[in-house]
């Protein structure tokens, strides 16, 4: 009887694969023979399911925002708490957090190399901008295009507390508290 294999499986293994080459010898270090001895499979299952490296490294870019954006949906609670837990994912905290702001920076110095890498990766943006400016929007009922400004600048700053934390310029408690504090901010905007 012939062998059931969850496709989906299969990919999500080699795509970790990817990231732990990524994480460990930069992005420039990706090959499909290290994907390969990463994941303990042949090269050629590798290719079975990827054509080239590119390919795999887009579906790195895509299964990556699928994870942020399964972590940030798990989150319930009002439009500040949400808004909070979606800026601070990005701000690592832990030693698998600092892993996962690496490999993403990698894909962003990778990205401009590939025209639709930097399509991926610019998606990936605007959907955690449109999100959080629907959240602004809900927190502070501005009208939709300053929402989007603030998102950004939200989104902006968070960004650029989590390359802080990563320099260790500043701590990650530290980063969290001031996201939390500039959420708290939108909140009181609203009430005044």
């Known amino acids: 009887m012939p062998r059931v ?11 970790h694969a990817l990231w732990l080459v ?14 390969a001895e990463a994941a303990g499979v042949s090269i050629g299952r590798i290719q079975h399911y990827f054509a080239d490296k590119d390919a795999l490294l887009l579906h790195g870019i895509a299964e990556f925002a699928a994870a942020a954006r399964r972590a940030y949906e798990s989150v319930e ?15 690592p905290t832990t030693q698998t957090g600092r892993t996962a702001v690496a490999i993403w ?6 990205a401009p190399r590939r025209t639709e890498a930097v399509a991926a990766v610019r998606d990936a943006v605007a959907a955690g901008d449109r999100l959080a400016a629907e959240l602004v929007s809900e927190l502070t009922g501005l009208p939709p295009a300053r929402a989007r400004e603030r998102a950004r600048w939200l989104t902006s700053a968070a960004d650029g507390l989590a390359q802080r934390v990563m320099l260790g310029t500043v701590s990650g408690r530290t980063a969290i508290a001031q996201v939390r504090s500039a959420v708290a901010g939108l909140g009181q905007q609203r009430a005044g």
Not at 5 to 15: A, K, M, P
Not at 22 to 35: N, P, Q, Y
Not at 77 to 91: H, K, N, S, V
């Open 5 to 15: 294999v969850d496709q989906e499986q299969r990919r999500r293994e080699i795509t």
């Open 22 to 35: 990524i994480a460990t010898d930069g992005i420039d270090a990706v090959s499909l023979r290290r994907v």
């Open 77 to 91: 609670g009002d439009a500040a708490e949400r808004l909070t837990r979606l800026l601070t994912q990005r701000i």
């Open 105 to 110: 920076h990698s894909y962003l110095g990778w």
